[in-house]
């Protein structure tokens, strides 16, 4: 957490420090960080494992600190990432089509699912946040 967002020679520090990304300065100190995190790790690592408790910022685009902070799987990391750079429309998981409508498509369970075609780019989105309640 520390390397990635204040060593530039980290290989991740482009998409953290490189991004603005910090650690709190309380943080800075690991004692304070056990202080704020340990209690919720032994609960999150007791229900999943230990292996499947990493650290999750809420807001991908805010710090590391105690109110943006939580444990999380791998698996539901992977549902709070940025938008990939090639993104067009602000919505994971919505694209235009070639015949002009739009697309939604939703991965669940490693598999990618198509959601459906769609006239509007309202429905697109709403055929996608639905799949979300439903599959995640």
Request: a positive charge; charged letters at 30%; aromatic letters at 12%.
């Amino acid at each position: 957490m520390v390397k990635r967002c204040s060593n530039p020679s980290y290989k991740q520090f482009k998409d953290y420090g490189g991004r603005g990304i910090k650690v709190c300065e309380s943080w800075l100190d690991f004692n304070n960080f056990m202080t704020d995190m340990y209690g919720s790790y032994l609960e999150h690592s007791s229900k999943f494992g230990e292996s499947k408790t990493t650290i999750e910022r809420k807001d991908v685009d805010g710090n590391y600190s105690l109110d943006n902070c939580e444990w999380a799987t791998p698996l539901e990391q992977s549902r709070n990432q940025r938008l990939r750079s090639n993104n067009t429309t602000g919505v994971a998981g919505v694209v235009p089509s070639r015949s002009g409508k739009w697309e939604a498509r939703i991965r669940a369970n490693y598999i990618s699912i198509h959601l459906g075609t769609f006239e509007s780019f309202e429905d697109a989105v709403k055929a996608r946040r639905e799949a979300e309640k439903v599959h995640w």
